[in-house]
């Protein structure tokens, strides 16, 4: 069964430092996303992204953020100088044509990154 | 504003016995409802979905869901627990209308642990 995959599995890295989280989602999918989830709450949607743009974003994803499908197949996140606060699970989904909400997104394993 | 909660940080059952993950949601709309369930170091796994149609949605191992919208409330089911359902069960919704790639806002999660 295809999957979204997510590298690296464990990102550790200081302060103010940029940090690029790796997805690859599943091939046929035309529609991706980033969510986070900081130890203890709710998983939080940053972006959309879809046909090379970014679609819808949240309060969360500022300027600091950044996404970018390089290729036909990776789906990056970058933070461009990281905070303490920024220290976080990172899911990747992606999600088939039609774009319609009840598509349900897939998920990838999660990056942990954790900020020094 | 979109919301979800999960009143049950923890819910625990016996082997065997039925199971209920209780949630409740607030969405602008009609909503499309989703739980996804997250097993120890692995993303989170598409269970079912409600978009419409019959309230009572079947979905993967044995789970099921039932829509109701006058208590706004989308709980997830199961007859006959396994100890291997001990994970964390998110619910998750999507507004039905004016909104655009399917942004899901996510309860804080349930943790089910079914013991022998």
């Known amino acids: 069964e295809p999957e979204v995959t997510q590298t690296p599995s464990h990102q550790v890295t200081q302060m103010g430092q940029e940090v690029i989280l790796r997805c690859v989602p599943i091939s046929n999918h035309l529609y991706f996303y980033w969510y986070r989830q900081i130890l203890g709450q709710k998983v939080e949607f940053l972006v959309s992204?879809?046909?090379?743009?970014?679609?819808?974003k949240s309060e969360i994803f500022d300027d600091q953020f950044s996404v970018e499908r390089p290729d036909g197949s990776n789906f990056t996140l970058k933070i461009r100088s990281t905070k303490l606060e920024d220290s976080a699970m990172y899911f990747c989904?992606?999600?088939?044509?039609?774009?319609?909400?009840?598509?349900?997104?897939?998920f990838g394993p999660g990056t942990r990154l954790t900020v020094l | 504003a979109q919301s979800v909660a999960q009143p049950e940080d923890q819910v625990n059952v016996a082997e065997g016995n039925p199971l209920t993950v209780k949630c409740t949601y607030s969405?602008?709309?009609?909503?499309?409802l989703f739980w996804y369930v997250q097993y120890p170091n692995r993303g989170l796994q598409f269970l079912l979905k409600y978009i419409t149609g019959d309230n009572l949605v079947k979905g993967s191992y044995g789970f099921e869901a039932e829509f109701n919208k006058s208590q706004t409330s989308f709980h997830l089911k199961k007859p006959s627990a396994l100890v291997s359902d001990s994970a964390l069960y998110f619910c998750a919704v999507r507004a039905g209308k004016g909104s655009t790639l399917g942004r899901l806002y996510f309860g804080r999660g349930t943790q089910l642990t079914v013991w022998p």
């Open positions: 969405v602008s709309g009609n909503p499309y």
């Open positions: 992204f879809y046909n090379n743009e970014i679609s819808e």
């Open positions: 989904a992606s999600s088939e044509a039609g774009g319609s909400g009840y598509n349900e997104q897939f």
